[in-house]
Structure formats: structure tokens, C-alpha cells
T-cell receptor, first 113, second 115 residues
């Protein structure tokens, strides 16, 4: 399944580093999402973009900065992260018009040292 | 907004056993209901869905029926295989008729199937 791709698949970074996660969808969808999946916690919705406009920011700390240059690409810029930010970051996309099925990428496993 | 409650695991079964994972919801209107599955080291993928009351979603031997009387969408499989070992998530739209398609997910149920 290559509908939604994410790079890198694994990332290790120090607390003072700046890095970016990339997501690309090849499904012609209009909505894209960032989720955080931590051990022992429910899947957390972070950001939603619909037609390149951010429509939801779920009280995410400012050290996470999303960017959506077009409907096919979504980035998550990371800076001065904390060890508790270590998690699997999942990107998803959907049609965004009420047809609610979301399609997920494989995720980026992030470790903050 | 809508909400979902899912049976917590982990669930450990022997191969060919019967599987049920319970999911109940509260919602305005009659939203679509979903089951997603996450295999080890992968993202979530849609397993099945149902779009209206009494609909049955099915895929890969799994089934779930949209029951509005009991507000439930339990996942079942008659004979599980080792390859079914994964985490299963029940989900529904955050708000009925929402144009953004935001979903809310249950906490996930980890299934381990032993040979």
C-alpha cells in the first residue's frame, strides 16, 4: 500500500535538534492529519488540514509546527523536543467532504534523547 | 461530540478460536462506524466499515454489525489465525455530518493469537 508515505521511518534526535517529518499522499484527498501514538495512550489527533488550511490544532505545544504547502504534502517541523515526545507519528488523509474513511501512512518512530 | 468505548486488552487466543472485541458508542445521528487494524511496525489500515444502522461490514473474515438499539459495533471473527495478531481500533466521526471527516478512536485492543 503506497497511498500515504512517510519519511523518515525512524528518527533519533537530541533535545536541541531541529528536524522535519514528511508525509505525502497519492490519493487525491483534500484533508490531511497528524496523529501521535504513544505507548499506553490513545491515539491523539494533533493537527488537521483541509484544502491546505489548518482547521484543527488540538492544543499541541508550539515545539511542533505543521506545514501544508499543498493538498498532497504535509510536514511536521520539530524543535527543542522533550523525551516524552518520543512516539510514533502517523499521517493520514481523507476525502474531507464527509466521506470519513482515513488512510494512514506507516508512521515515523521518533526517539528524543 | 461523539465518543467511543472499546474493550481493553490484551486478548490472547489460540488459533481457530472465536474472537469478539466489544465497541460501544455515543453519537448524534447515525454516523459511519469503522474498525481499523494496526499490524506490528505499521500504520493503521481500514479493516471494515458500516454506514447505516443494521449494515454489516466485513473483510478478511471479520464482521461487525451496526446496532443502533444497543449503540454497538462489535468486531467478530469465527476462526482467528496467527496473522491476525495486531491492535484493533474502533472509530467514528468526531461530529455527525462533519465535513472534515475527523475521526475519534477507541484506545485499541491488542490481540495475540498463539499457534
Amino acid at each position: 500500500e503506497t497511498g500515504v508515505t512517510q519519511t523518515p521511518r525512524h528518527l533519533v534526535m537530541g533535545m536541541t535538534n531541529k528536524k522535519s517529518l514528511k508525509c505525502e499522499q497519492h490519493l487525491g484527498h483534500n484533508a490531511m492529519y497528524w496523529y501521535k501514538q504513544s505507548a499506553k495512550k490513545p491515539l491523539e489527533l494533533m493537527f488537521v488540514y483541509n484544502f491546505k488550511e489548518q482547521t484543527e490544532n488540538n492544543s499541541v505545544p508550539s515545539r511542533f509546527s505543521p506545514e501544508c504547502p499543498n493538498s498532497s504534502h504535509l510536514f511536521l517541523h520539530l524543535h527543542t523536543l522533550q523525551p516524552e515526545d518520543s512516539a510514533l507519528y502517523l499521517c493520514a488523509s481523507s476525502q474531507g467532504d464527509g466521506r470519513d474513511t482515513q488512510y494512514f501512512g506507516p508512521g515515523t518512530r521518533l526517539t528524543v534523547l | 461530540g461523539n465518543s467511543v468505548t472499546q474493550m481493553e486488552g490484551p486478548v490472547t487466543l489460540s488459533e481457530e478460536a472465536f474472537l469478539t472485541i466489544n465497541c460501544t458508542y455515543t453519537a448524534t445521528g447515525y454516523p459511519s462506524l469503522f474498525w481499523y487494524v494496526q499490524y506490528p511496525g505499521e500504520g493503521l489500515q481500514l479493516l471494515l466499515k458500516a454506514t447505516k444502522a443494521d449494515d454489516k461490514g466485513s473483510n478478511k473474515g471479520f464482521e461487525a454489525t451496526y446496532r443502533k438499539e444497543t449503540t454497538s459495533f462489535h468486531l467478530e471473527k469465527g476462526s482467528v489465525q496467527v496473522s491476525d495478531s495486531a491492535v484493533y481500533f474502533c472509530a467514528l466521526p468526531q461530529n455527525y455530518g462533519g465535513s472534515q471527516g475527523n475521526l475519534i478512536f477507541g484506545k485499541g485492543t491488542k490481540l495475540s493469537v498463539k499457534p
